[in-house]
């Protein structure tokens, strides 16, 4: 029994230990992308106790360095991000750190803030909801369409309702990322071929007409241009891509598309909604004992680096001094044992 508690004393040291380092590295990263330290790690401890220690102070510190990558160095900006990260991973089972990548570029590219960034999870928590996509595939295909989309003026809320109706009616997330960027494109530099397309069909299928009628107008056009004359809403589109992914997402008469663009009007507190759904959770409540035991490694920081200190000193002591200690040491454990 001795030598079973003994062995686990030695591993819960280990797992302490291995827990502060952790931390520690993960602190100190900060630092070297502008963050300022001291503010951030007291801001993160706050911010895992508000979420109930589903996410610990290292995993934070770890999303906090991608934000602060990503240009948000200020603290109160920073801990925006991550807090809206953290909730909608959680909420919708994902990784924090892709999580938090798909905010930053969003955020960036739309010349947003951190304040913003609820909305973002927000708008893409609902369009999850609504169609055949996961925040993973974000964190791949949202580069091929986020520049482009805010150059063009098209709304985070109109990409994601397009995504999101794309893959509703059969389309992978990939092709729907695709096709939305193509048309984009087309849209952006259109081709003579297109241009006599847009023609035929009445559509003013260019930069003019995106601002004049908005993309939602535009797509509600070609929906109709799409059962009347296929032929030229094919040649209109040009490239294969913007071609399948376009046609899913204006399947049924544009129907689909309409509703959950209204749909992700409404979409603010999902991102809240769907962190409380999950929050207590069997594998979050286990999340928050972990963080406990976390907490307890940073709590024990000062005892690890006085023991530090000490094994130092007791280094310097000439062997005589050491064994004699030693032999101390080990009576007083045997005689722990034995009691």
């Given at each position: 029994?001795?030598?079973?508690?003994?062995?686990?004393?030695?591993?819960?040291?280990?797992?302490i230990?291995?827990?502060f380092?952790?931390?520690?590295t993960?602190?100190?990263?900060?630092?070297?992308?502008?963050?300022?330290?001291?503010?951030?790690?007291?801001?993160?401890g706050?911010?895992?106790?508000?979420?109930?220690?589903?996410?610990?102070?290292?995993d934070?510190?770890?999303?906090?360095?991608?934000?602060?990558?990503?240009?948000?160095?200020?603290?109160?900006?920073?801990?925006?991000?991550?807090?809206?990260?953290?909730?909608?991973?959680v909420?919708?089972?994902?990784?924090?750190?892709g999580?938090?990548?798909?905010?930053?570029?969003?955020?960036?590219?739309?010349?947003?803030?951190?304040?913003?960034?609820?909305k973002?999870?927000?708008?893409?928590?609902?369009?999850?909801?609504?169609?055949?996509?996961?925040?993973?595939?974000?964190?791949?295909q949202?580069?091929?369409?986020?520049?482009?989309?805010?150059?063009?003026?098209?709304s985070?809320?109109?990409?994601?309702?397009?995504?999101?109706?794309?893959?509703k009616?059969?389309?992978?997330?990939?092709?729907?990322?695709?096709?939305?960027?193509?048309?984009?494109n087309?849209?952006?530099?259109p081709?003579?071929?297109?241009?006599?397309?847009?023609?035929?069909l009445?559509?003013?299928?260019?930069?003019?007409?995106?601002k004049?009628?908005?993309?939602?107008?535009?797509?509600?056009?070609?929906?109709?241009?799409?059962?009347?004359?296929?032929?030229a809403?094919?040649?209109?589109?040009?490239?294969?891509?913007?071609?399948?992914?376009?046609?899913?997402?204006?399947?049924?008469?544009?129907?689909?598309?309409?509703?959950?663009?209204?749909g992700?009007?409404?979409?603010?507190?999902?991102?809240?909604s769907?962190?409380?759904?999950m929050?207590?959770?069997?594998?979050?409540?286990?999340?928050?004992l972990?963080?406990?035991?976390?907490?307890?490694a940073?709590?024990?920081?000062p005892?690890?680096?006085?023991?530090?200190?000490?094994?130092?000193?007791?280094?310097?002591?000439?062997?005589?001094?050491?064994?004699?200690?030693?032999?101390?040491?080990?009576?007083?454990?045997?005689?722990?044992?034995?009691?």
């Amino acid at each position: 029994g001795g030598l079973i508690g003994g062995l686990g004393a030695t591993l819960a040291v280990g797992k302490i230990v291995g827990d502060f380092a952790d931390l520690d590295t993960s602190l100190r990263r900060l630092g070297t992308v502008g963050g300022d330290v001291k503010s951030l790690n007291a801001g993160l401890g706050a911010l895992s106790s508000k979420l109930g220690g589903v996410a610990n102070k290292a995993d934070l510190a770890k999303a906090s360095y991608q934000a602060l990558s990503a240009g948000f160095t200020g603290t109160a900006s920073n801990l925006q991000v991550v807090e809206a990260a953290t909730k909608a991973a959680v909420g919708g089972l994902e990784d924090i750190a892709g999580v938090t990548e798909v905010v930053t570029k969003t955020l960036n590219a739309y010349n947003m803030s951190g304040s913003d960034a609820v909305k973002v999870t927000d708008s893409i928590s609902k369009a999850i909801e609504f169609g055949q996509v996961q925040w993973s595939d974000y964190t791949s295909q949202l580069g091929r369409v986020a520049s482009i989309a805010a150059v063009a003026g098209v709304s985070l809320d109109e990409v994601n309702a397009f995504i999101a109706a794309s893959t509703k009616n059969g389309a992978t997330a990939e092709i729907a990322f695709t096709g939305l960027g193509a048309a984009l494109n087309s849209l952006l530099q259109p081709t003579k071929e297109s241009v006599e397309a847009a023609q035929a069909l009445g559509i003013q299928w260019n930069l003019a007409g995106l601002k004049a009628k908005g993309f939602p107008g535009l797509m509600a056009e070609l929906a109709v241009a799409m059962q009347t004359n296929k032929g030229a809403a094919v040649k209109l589109l040009g490239s294969q891509e913007a071609l399948r992914g376009v046609f899913s997402a204006n399947a049924k008469g544009g129907k689909d598309y309409k509703e959950i663009l209204e749909g992700l009007g409404g979409a603010a507190g999902k991102t809240q909604s769907d962190f409380d759904q999950m929050k207590g959770s069997l594998a979050n409540t286990l999340k928050a004992l972990d963080t406990e035991f976390k907490n307890v490694a940073e709590a024990t920081a000062p005892l690890i680096a006085a023991a530090t200190e000490l094994l130092k000193l007791f280094g310097k002591l000439p062997d005589p001094v050491k064994t004699t200690a030693l032999a101390i040491a080990g009576l007083g454990a045997a005689a722990l044992l034995a009691a």
